[in-house]
């Protein structure tokens, strides 16, 4: 996993280039982020972590036998955590906002139905042969003092 | 490779899972459940104690091996997960399904 850039104290990127990379690589980006950011909570860190795995795994599992490359963006603002992903993958289906979970039996499927669930807002664009994936979630407000 | 499988009582095996449940780990617990029940074993508890992570991937694991084990006549539960996998479990409603217990030692306690 490469670093794009010397971190900001708001935009965390890396490039994620699979194989040999996995999701894991994402996890450990994350990890990174958080020493950085002990401002931000254990509920915002573990709906970060679970979107951008589900974001990841996508991209790996719809592009088997070939290499992508995924670049991972995350940045955490005072009122937004911003989680973007841009890959080289084929193009990704295009997203229903309002999916179901799938039924009870079903091993696979609910990825995007959970992004949906963690997320304000969700965006998906196919531009320039990449997938666009950015996907908002509002933090708490502090209450005042 | 396999999870290792401890052996509660003669009848409750328990596959302790460590790190993440995610696509990197998930045949690795399928695998794990079906060797489990082709030697014989119809009860088997998830133990996620040290479980850091779970994703739909971890999760659609869960949901092959409890029907690889109810295939079998026997049955699978789950313990010691933690606030992001009870997260996960809560969202998706298959806490309904996969009742997280508290330990290894409860899942099979009724």
């Given at each position: 996993?490469?670093?794009?850039?010397?971190?900001?104290?708001?935009?965390?990127?890396?490039?994620?280039?699979?194989?040999?990379?996995?999701v894991d690589d994402a996890h450990d980006f994350l990890s990174g982020v958080w020493d950085q950011r002990p401002?931000?909570?254990?509920?915002?860190?573990?709906?970060?972590?679970?979107?951008?795995?589900?974001?990841?795994?996508?991209?790996?599992?719809?592009?088997?036998?070939?290499?992508?490359?995924?670049?991972?963006?995350?940045?955490?603002?005072?009122?937004?955590?911003?989680?973007?992903?841009?890959?080289?993958?084929?193009?990704?289906?295009?997203?229903?906002?309002?999916?179901?979970?799938?039924?009870?039996h079903a091993e696979h499927g609910r990825g995007l139905p959970l992004i949906y669930l963690l997320a304000d807002?969700?965006?998906?664009?196919?531009?320039?042969?990449?997938?666009?994936?950015?996907?908002?979630?509002?933090?708490?407000?502090?209450?005042?003092? | 490779?396999?999870?290792?499988?401890?052996?509660?009582?003669?009848?409750?095996?328990?596959?302790?899972?460590?790190?993440?449940?995610?696509?990197?780990?998930?045949?690795?617990?399928?695998?794990?459940?079906?060797?489990?029940?082709?030697?014989?074993?119809?009860?088997?508890?998830?133990?996620?104690?040290?479980?850091?992570?779970?994703?739909?991937?971890?999760?659609?694991?869960?949901?092959?091996?409890?029907?690889?084990?109810?295939?079998?006549g026997g049955d699978l539960r789950i313990a010691g997960a933690n606030e992001q996998v009870l997260m996960v479990?809560?969202?998706?409603?298959?806490?309904?399904?996969?009742?997280?217990?508290?330990?290894?030692?409860?899942?099979?306690?009724?």
């Open positions: 996993m490469k670093p794009l850039n010397r971190p900001s104290q708001t935009d965390y990127q890396a490039v994620i280039r699979s194989p040999p990379e996995t401002d931000v909570s254990s509920a915002e860190r573990m709906a970060v972590e679970t979107i951008l795995s589900e974001l990841v795994t996508n991209v790996i599992q719809n592009n088997p036998h070939r290499e992508i490359f995924c670049d991972v963006r995350v940045q955490v603002t005072p009122t937004q955590l911003i989680i973007e992903t841009s890959d080289t993958g084929d193009e990704a289906p295009a997203p229903q906002p309002d999916a179901d979970m799938p039924e009870h807002e969700v965006d998906h664009r196919w531009q320039e042969s990449r997938n666009l994936w950015r996907v908002t979630r509002a933090r708490a407000v502090p209450p005042p003092q | 490779m396999s999870y290792p499988i401890d052996e509660l009582d003669p009848d409750v095996g328990v596959i302790r899972v460590d790190g993440r449940l995610n696509m990197v780990t998930a045949g690795q617990l399928k695998d794990t459940v079906i060797e489990a029940v082709a030697a014989g074993r119809q009860r088997l508890v998830i133990d996620l104690t040290k479980a850091t992570f779970m994703d739909s991937s971890g999760l659609g694991a869960l949901i092959g091996a409890l029907k690889t084990a109810r295939a079998a479990l809560q969202l998706s409603n298959m806490d309904r399904i996969l009742r997280p217990y508290e330990t290894p030692e409860s899942a099979f306690a009724d």
